[in-house]
C-alpha cells in the first residue's frame, strides 16, 4: 500500500518535482552555511518526499540525538529569522492540502502535504526516518504511559 502511495504522489502529482526543489534549495542554504540549519532540514524534508509514505519526519529529540550546545543555539536563532517565512509556508500548505482533498485521487497527497506542515513551519533539527522507527517510537512511549499508571 504505501508503494502505491508513493507512486501515486510521483506519478500523477509530480512529487518528484517537490523534493528536488527542496533538496536543492537546502542544499543551497546550506552551501551559505548563516542558513545551514534550516538546509540541513529541507534536505531531509527532500529525502522525506522522494518516499512520504515510508518516511516520516521526526525531531532529533525525540530520538534522543546529541547535538552540540552552540549548534542548537544557532539553530533556534535562524529559526526565529525563518518563523514567518515557515508560516507563510505552512499556510499555503493548508490550503493545498484542502483544495486537493476534494478529489478521492487528491485525498493521499493532502495527507503528505499535512504531514507536512510541521516541517515546513519548523525544518530545524528533524530528520526523515523509516515509518517502522516512528511505530516503535510510539509503542515506547505508549507502554511508558503504561507503566506509569501500574507502577
Known amino acids: 500500500m504505501r508503494l502505491l502511495g508513493n507512486i501515486l504522489?510521483?506519478?500523477?502529482?509530480?512529487?518528484?518535482?517537490?523534493?528536488?526543489?527542496s533538496?536543492?534549495?537546502?542544499?543551497?542554504?546550506?552551501?551559505?552555511?548563516?542558513?545551514a540549519p534550516i538546509g540541513l532540514g529541507l534536505m531531509e524534508y527532500g529525502k522525506f518526499l522522494f518516499a512520504p509514505f515510508s518516511y516520516s519526519m521526526v525531531s532529533k529529540s525525540d530520538l534522543n540525538m546529541d547535538q552540540n550546545i552552540l549548534w542548537q543555539s544557532y539553530s533556534i536563532?535562524?529559526?526565529?529569522?525563518?518563523l514567518p517565512i515557515g508560516l507563510i509556508l505552512a499556510i499555503v500548505g493548508f490550503f493545498q492540502a484542502i483544495s486537493l482533498a476534494?478529489?478521492?485521487?487528491?485525498?493521499?497527497?493532502?495527507?503528505?502535504?499535512?504531514?507536512?506542515?510541521?516541517?515546513?513551519?519548523?525544518?530545524?533539527?528533524?530528520?526523515?526516518?523509516?515509518?517502522i522507527v516512528v511505530e516503535e517510537l510510539d509503542r515506547k512511549k505508549a507502554?511508558?504511559?503504561?507503566?506509569?499508571?501500574?507502577?
Open 77 to 82: 536563532l535562524v529559526m526565529i529569522i525563518y
Open 23 to 35: 533538496y536543492l534549495l537546502g542544499l543551497l542554504l546550506t552551501i551559505t552555511v548563516v542558513a
Open 9 to 21: 504522489w510521483h506519478i500523477p502529482f509530480l512529487g518528484f518535482l517537490n523534493a528536488i526543489a
Open 102 to 131: 476534494c478529489t478521492i485521487v487528491g485525498i493521499p497527497v493532502a495527507i503528505v502535504v499535512i504531514k507536512s506542515l510541521g516541517t515546513y513551519l519548523n525544518p530545524v533539527g528533524k530528520v526523515c526516518v523509516p515509518v
Open 143 to 151: 507502554q511508558d504511559e503504561i507503566d506509569k499508571y501500574t507502577k
